[in-house]
């Protein structure tokens, strides 16, 4: 390898042309320790080369690495562009890390678009999705990376990721189509988290919903444990969907937030069970507790007429599945007319 390219002074773009601003050193390797600022405009890595970005303060609309044998580096936390898009057409790589893989380094960015590769060779890091228009990746995500969509946008991840760390989403749409089946946990505290196939998410990955949205769209996913955090939340299980069914582990024993609760929308399953919309829970210890389900809620359930109706758990073998209570008039009729036992607690608000 040769020696080093050096950026060490400031690059600003000036004016409203579409040129890139292009970094080559072929088989060698450049680091740019002075910022970049280019506006929207793109900055490129078009040969086999690696270059390390070390300023915080860099700012352009899009990174593209479009050379397989090319890779970018950060040497500082946020060395990358806040609002830039990462892409690239021939599976070029972003690494968290810097140029001799001893550090990483978290980075915010723009978003993720056709098939950049994203991983890293040390340590853990994190990597936050800025995204303000919608983006789809093909790309893998590998490493010890934890995830966060923090955009007003969707950004769709339709690889097949492997990345270990967390996946949150606080604002903005992460529609997975591909997978990410080495995440240990999704949050959703704001925003939504989307299905695009079913399982597209470990299985055993634990489910936190704390004020945001999860959208099954007519999929099915099975996951570990669900916590509440505080605030409302959503399980959707998607407009006019044709079935699925959302599989938890046994809950009991996770602690739910005061006040925090869960409303089930588009449900169009079957008040005694076994329909084509089911949210089941495992049954080892009794799936959740009655404080729990007292915390959950159906939307309009298909069905019934038009309201909120309270859950209620029924047992399935190793399962529980929680289905609406219907209005007591119907529930007599369920009954054939026999006594009815713990009607108080119904509601339709």
Partial sequence: MGAPSIVAGNVSHIGTNANNFTLRNSGGFGNVTGSISYGTGTVALLDTTNWQFSNASNTWGTLTIDNAGATAFVGATNALSATGVVTSNTTGTLKLNNLNGSTAFSQRIGGLSAAVKVGLTTGSATLTLNNSTALSHSGVISG????????????TLSGTNTYTGTTSVTSGTLLVSGAINGTTSLGVTGGTFQLGQTNA????????LGGGTFNAAGFSQTLGTLTLAIGSSTLDFGAGNAGGIITLS??????WAAGATLSITDWNGSSTGGGSNQLLFTNTAGGLS???????????????????????????????????????????????????????RWRRK
């Fill in 144 to 155: 010890a990376i934890s995830l966060v969509e923090a955009g007003s946008a969707t950004q």
């Fill in 201 to 208: 998410v470990k299985t055993t990955a634990l489910l936190t």
């Fill in 250 to 255: 046994d809950s009991v024993a996770t602690s």
């Fill in 290 to 344: 009655a404080g729990q389900i007292a915390d959950l809620s159906f939307v309009n359930p298909a069905g019934f007429a038009a309201g909120t109706y309270p859950a209620q758990a029924l047992p399935l073998g190793g399962f529980i599945e929680i289905v609406p209570v219907p209005e007591p008039s119907a529930l007599w009729v369920l009954l054939g007319g026999a006594s009815v036992v713990g009607l108080g």
